[in-house]
C-alpha cells in the first residue's frame, strides 16, 4: 500500500508539471492519475472501497464547507431566486426529459427512468466550484447563478436517495414513516446547526485562540468541518451539505479568515484522492465495447442540459450570462456517480447500463476543466452581443433595498466595486460611458447603461431603498447635476461624493450633502502624516550617531 501511495505521488507530480506546460489545469493531471494507476496496479475494482470513498467525498465536503465561509444566512437569502427558483426549475425539466426519453425511447420502466432522469439532472460540485474559486468567478454574475443551482442539486440529492429507498420498499407504511423520520432529522439538524453556530462557535474559537498555539486552532477547524459532515450523515443527509451550514455559520464569526486559509491545505489534498478516484473509474474496455452509444449519448445529454439551463437562466439575465451559467454545468457530477452506484446495488438499473452511464459522466467531468478554462473567450466569440441593445437586460428585484448605487464605473468605480464584492455587499453600477460599460458587463458586474442624471435611470436601481449612494465619477458639472437629481429622490442623506478640491465640496453643501470628501485634503492628510514618519526615523538616526 505504502508502495502505491508513493507512485501515486509521483506520478502526480509528473502528470502535473507536464500538464502546466500546456496550461491545463490539476484537476486532469489528478484524473489522469487515477486512470494511470488503475491500469498500472490493478485498481480499477480499489474506486468500490468504502473507506476510500469516503476518504475521496471530504475533498468535495472542504470545498463545501470553504465555499460556505463566503456565504452568510443573509447572502443566502439574497440568492433565492438563484437556488430555489432557478436551482429547482433546472432539476425538475432535466429529469422530466430524461423520464421522456427514457420511456418513450428506450422502453425504460418508470422507476428506472425516474432515478437516471434524477441522476442525470446534477452537475459537478467539486470541479466547478474549485475552478471558480481558483479564477475568483464565484464573486461574478454567472458564478453567483452557478453556485446557486449547485447548492439546490446538492440539497436535491437527499430526495433523490429517499426516492431510491422507497422504490425498494414493499410496505407503503414503511415508506411513511421514512418521510416522517427524515422531516424530523432535517429539523432537529437545522435547529443544532443553527443554535451552535449562533451561541457557541464564536466563543469556542475565542477559548482556542487563547491557547496560541496553532495546532490547536487547526484541530479545532477540522473539529467543525468534520463534525458539522458527520452529524449531517447521522440524520441521513450529504456529508458536504453539513459542511456547507458549518462554514456559513462559521462567516458570521470574525475567524474565517484564518479558518479558511487553515483548511485550504487539507481541502486541496482531499480533492486530489478524489479527482484520482475518478479517474480510477474509466475503463477503456467498456468504452471500446460501447463506443457508439456512449459517443450517441455524451452530446445528447451535454446538448439537453445546456438548453435547458440556458432557457431557464435566460428568463430574466443576459445571454451571456445564460452562456455562461449552462456551459459550466453541462457535465454531470460526482452525485450522480454515487446514486447510480446505489441503484445498481439495488438493482434498480442494470450492471451494463450503469456501466456506460459512469463511464460517459465521467468523460464529461473531464471536459469540463478545459471547457471552463475557456469560458470567457468562448462567451466572446459566440455571444456576440450588442451593449446598445443588452444595456439595460440587468434588473434588480423590485424588492431589493440595502443595496449600494455605484454611479461611474471608471478606475475609481471599478475599485469600489471590487471592495464591494470582497465586503459581500450587493451593489448596483450606473454608467453612461460605454467603454466603461462594456468592460463591466463582460466581467459579469451588475452594471446597466444609462445617464444617472436621469431621474427614470435612478428609479430603476431602487434607489430610495438604497444604504448608500457613491458618485464616482470626476467631472465636477456631471457630479453637481447627478447630486440634483439623487437630492429629489433621496434629499442626498446617504449620498457620498469625492471631489477633487475644496471648491467643488463647497458647490454641493447647498444639496444637503453631508458625506463629502476632498481628494486633496484626503492626499495632504497622508502626505503630512508620512512625514512624522520620515522625522521620527530621522530622530532615531541621530540619537544612534550620539
Not at 468541518?225 to 440524520?235: K, P, T, V
Request: glycine share 4%; with cysteine.
Amino acid at each position: 500500500m505504502l508502495g502505491i501511495i508513493v507512485w501515486t505521488l509521483f506520478i502526480a507530480i509528473l502528470v502535473n508539471l507536464l500538464l502546466k506546460r500546456f496550461q491545463l489545469p490539476t484537476i486532469i493531471g489528478y484524473i489522469a492519475t487515477g486512470t494511470i494507476i488503475a491500469y498500472s496496479f490493478g485498481l480499477h475494482s480499489a474506486v468500490n472501497n468504502h473507506e476510500l470513498k469516503e476518504i475521496a467525498e471530504f475533498g468535495v465536503v472542504f470545498l463545501m464547507f470553504t465555499i460556505g465561509l463566503e456565504f452568510s444566512i443573509e447572502h443566502l437569502k439574497r440568492m433565492r431566486m438563484e437556488v430555489f427558483f432557478t436551482g429547482s426549475l433546472q432539476i425538475l425539466v432535466t429529469t422530466v426529459f430524461v423520464v421522456l426519453i427514457s420511456m418513450f425511447v428506450l422502453g425504460f420502466e418508470f422507476k428506472i427512468a425516474l432515478v437516471l432522469g434524477a441522476a442525470l439532472s446534477l452537475s459537478s460540485t467539486a470541479i466547478v466550484l474549485k475552478t471558480y474559486n481558483e479564477n475568483n468567478d464565484i464573486k461574478k454574475r454567472h458564478g453567483q447563478r452557478v453556485l446557486g443551482i449547485l447548492i439546490m442539486q446538492d440539497i436535491a440529492v437527499i430526495p433523490i436517495l429517499l426516492m431510491i429507498s422507497f422504490f425498494t420498499m414493499g410496505d407503503e407504511q414503511s415508506v411513511f414513516r421514512l418521510i416522517f423520520e427524515t422531516t424530523v432529522a432535517a429539523a432537529i439538524l437545522i435547529a443544532v446547526l443553527y443554535f451552535a453556530g449562533k451561541y457557541l462557535l464564536e466563543p469556542f474559537f475565542e477559548h482556542v485562540t487563547k491557547a496560541q498555539s496553532d495546532e490547536l486552532f487547526v484541530a479545532s477547524v477540522l473539529l467543525i468541518a468534520i463534525g458539522a459532515s458527520y452529524l449531517a450523515h447521522y440524520f441521513g443527509f450529504t456529508y458536504s451539505l453539513g459542511a456547507f451550514v458549518a462554514g456559513m455559520m462559521i462567516s458570521e464569526t470574525k475567524f474565517k479568515h484564518q479558518v479558511e486559509a487553515d483548511l485550504t491545505p487539507f481541502r486541496n489534498l482531499l480533492l486530489g484522492v478524489f479527482f484520482i478516484t475518478v479517474g480510477m473509474q474509466i475503463n477503456f474496455s467498456i468504452i471500446l465495447e460501447n463506443i457508439f452509444t456512449i459517443l450517441i449519448l455524451l452530446p445528447i445529454l451535454l446538448v439537453l442540459k445546456y438548453i435547458i439551463i440556458y432557457l431557464i437562466v435566460r428568463i430574466n439575465d443576459t445571454k451571456r450570462v445564460a452562456f455562461k451559467t449552462a456551459l459550466s454545468l453541462v457535465q454531470i457530477g460526482e452525485f450522480s456517480l454515487a446514486v447510480l452506484e446505489l441503484a445498481r446495488s439495488s438493482e434498480l438499473v442494470d450492471p451494463t447500463h450503469s456501466q456506460i452511464l459512469i463511464v460517459t459522466i465521467v468523460i464529461s467531468m473531464i471536459l469540463t476543466p478545459i471547457v471552463l478554462k475557456n469560458l470567457s473567450s468562448l462567451a466572446s466569440y459566440l455571444v456576440p452581443e450588442d451593449p446598445m441593445k443588452i444595456a439595460n437586460t440587468y434588473n434588480i428585484d423590485k424588492d431589493t433595498k440595502g443595496h449600494v448605487v455605484v454611479i461611474g464605473f471608471g478606475h475609481l468605480g471599478q475599485e469600489i466595486a471590487h471592495n464591494l464584492r470582497d465586503e459581500g455587499h450587493e451593489y448596483v453600477i450606473v454608467e453612461h460611458n460605454l467603454k466603461f460599460f462594456e468592460m463591466g458587463y463582460k466581467d459579469d458586474e451588475p452594471i446597466i447603461f444609462g445617464n444617472a442624471a436621469h431621474k427614470h435611470i435612478l428609479e430603476s436601481v431602487n434607489i430610495r431603498q438604497a444604504c448608500a449612494v457613491i458618485v464616482a465619477i470626476d467631472n465636477a458639472e456631471k457630479v453637481h447635476l447627478i447630486c440634483e437629481v439623487i437630492d429629489d429622490l433621496t434629499h442626498n442623506t446617504k449620498t457620498i461624493v469625492k471631489v477633487t478640491r475644496f471648491a467643488e465640496a463647497e458647490a454641493l453643501k447647498t444639496l444637503h450633502l453631508e458625506h463629502i470628501i476632498v481628494e486633496d485634503d484626503v492626499v495632504a492628510k497622508a502626505l503630512v502624516q508620512e512625514t512624522k514618519e520620515c522625522k521620527l526615523d530621522f530622530l532615531v538616526e541621530q540619537d544612534m550617531k550620539k
